[in-house]
């Protein structure tokens, strides 16, 4: 297994549950690395290339029910593609990637939250990226119950599936990130998602300037 990155190409994921702020977070991130003279990249997952906005719409907004093993299989197949196409091609230019969601995301969700083997689906992305992990995962801690408010809040909030999926849901999510968190100390930082944008930002930098350090 590879982790992240050619020479001095860094491979940053953003991992939380929905109205944990990730978003926000990889816009202040790729704007702070950009000022400490880095090239960033910043993707996201579901939907960083066009197959991935096609493969976005399928499993999100298709009428009706998608078969757990099917959502697996989509969301791999755009990591696949994804990964394929810009993720490795920015890191072997040097480049920083700070992305929205990777393969954590799949064993949060479908593994707890959809009550799939969470090894297998981790196995299932490894095999579609061919063994690329992030060089650091940066998990947005946030309780459930504040990220949905957060969310309610939003313009644009996809209030269905959030009704969806409930919220016993993102808590089977939240405890699956945090015992990946505590499984592989190395590469993931948990920060307290739960403050302002700009201490949730300090606390993001504080770790990556530590990994960025440690590359010099
Ligand atoms: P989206 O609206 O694209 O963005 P946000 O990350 O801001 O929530 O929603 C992404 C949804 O896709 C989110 O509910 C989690 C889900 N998802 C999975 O279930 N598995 C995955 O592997 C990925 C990447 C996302």
Do not use: N
């Amino acid at each position: 297994m590879t982790a992240g990155g050619g020479a001095s190409g860094a491979f940053i994921t953003l991992e939380g549950g929905d109205g944990s702020g990730k978003s926000t977070q990889a816009a202040m991130l790729q704007a702070w690395l950009e000022g400490e003279g880095r090239t960033v990249m910043r993707t996201r997952e579901p939907g960083g290339t066009p197959l991935g906005i096609e493969i976005r719409r399928l499993v999100q907004h298709t009428e009706g029910h998608v078969a757990p093993r099917a959502e697996a299989l989509l969301y791999a197949a755009d990591r696949a593609h994804h990964v394929a196409t810009l993720v490795r091609p920015a890191l072997e230019r040097g480049e920083v990637v700070v992305q929205d969601r990777y393969l954590d995301s799949s064993v949060a969700y479908q593994g707890a939250g959809r009550e799939l083997d969470g090894a297998q689906i981790r196995d299932l992305s490894l095999w579609a990226t061919d063994g690329l992990l992030p060089t650091l995962t940066i998990l947005l801690d946030i309780d459930p119950a504040v990220g949905r408010e957060r969310m309610a809040r939003r313009a644009d909030a996809p209030y269905d599936r959030l009704e969806e999926t409930g919220l016993e849901f993102a808590e089977r999510v939240r405890a699956a990130y945090l015992r990946l968190a505590e499984a592989e100390p190395a590469r993931f930082a948990v920060v307290d998602a739960s403050g302002t944008p700009d201490e949730v930002h300090a606390s993001v930098v504080s770790h990556v300037r530590a990994i960025l350090d440690a590359q010099r």
